[in-house]
């Protein structure tokens, strides 16, 4: 099936045919919010889990395949963001359970293509860090940074900032930061 099949143009709009009485999106919001609820109470093996259980249900951009009008538009914007939602807490759940160099590769890409998402930035910050690579996860800081400062203005947030000063600061002190060696969970960027 095509997004063509899915959307179907009708007199006075677009109807949904989902088929087979399935609703993809329906239960990516089931299966993300039980992951969110799995990260609350800090069950972070369950909530990677079902986290990359609602995210395996996608496959592509929402709505690939129709021609958007505005407010097509804006809801592929909202699916989108829904779906990034998801990965970033899936990827703060596999932070917490150490997994920092299967992140790298995932992360590398996710950074390049948001490069003004802060969330994404500071854990690949961290995975590079925890990975002793403390040297590159202060050069992302700085692409960051420059990014930031180039296109808006703006210095990255305080949490952000944090990090930053401690990956410098352990990297002239012996005794390690809590925050970067794992004893605590990073501090979630807004």
Not at 36 to 60: F, H, K, T, V
């Amino acid at each position: 099936r095509t997004g063509k099949d899915v959307l179907v143009t009708s007199p006075g709009g677009y109807r949904l045919e989902a088929g087979g009485g399935t609703r993809d999106y329906g239960e990516f919001g089931r299966l993300s919010n039980e992951g969110y609820r799995a990260m609350d109470s800090e069950d972070y093996s369950g909530a990677a889990r079902i986290l990359r259980e609602a995210l395996a249900l996608w496959q592509g951009p929402a709505l690939a395949d129709v021609n958007a009008g505005s407010h097509l538009e804006m809801e592929t914007r909202r699916l989108e963001e829904a779906r990034l939602g998801a990965l970033d807490q899936r990827i703060e759940a596999d932070l917490c359970l150490g997994r920092y160099r299967e992140l790298l590769p995932e992360l590398t890409v996710l950074v390049e293509r948001h490069t003004m998402h802060e969330s994404l930035h500071s854990q690949f910050m961290l995975a590079l860090y925890r990975s002793g690579r403390g040297g590159e996860a202060l050069h992302v800081y700085q692409r960051l940074r420059g990014t930031l400062v180039r296109n808006l203005g703006l210095e990255p947030s305080a949490p952000v900032r944090r990090l930053q000063r401690s990956i410098l600061k352990a990297s002239s002190d012996i005794t390690q930061d809590a925050l970067l060696d794992g004893r605590t969970a990073p501090e979630p960027v807004s």
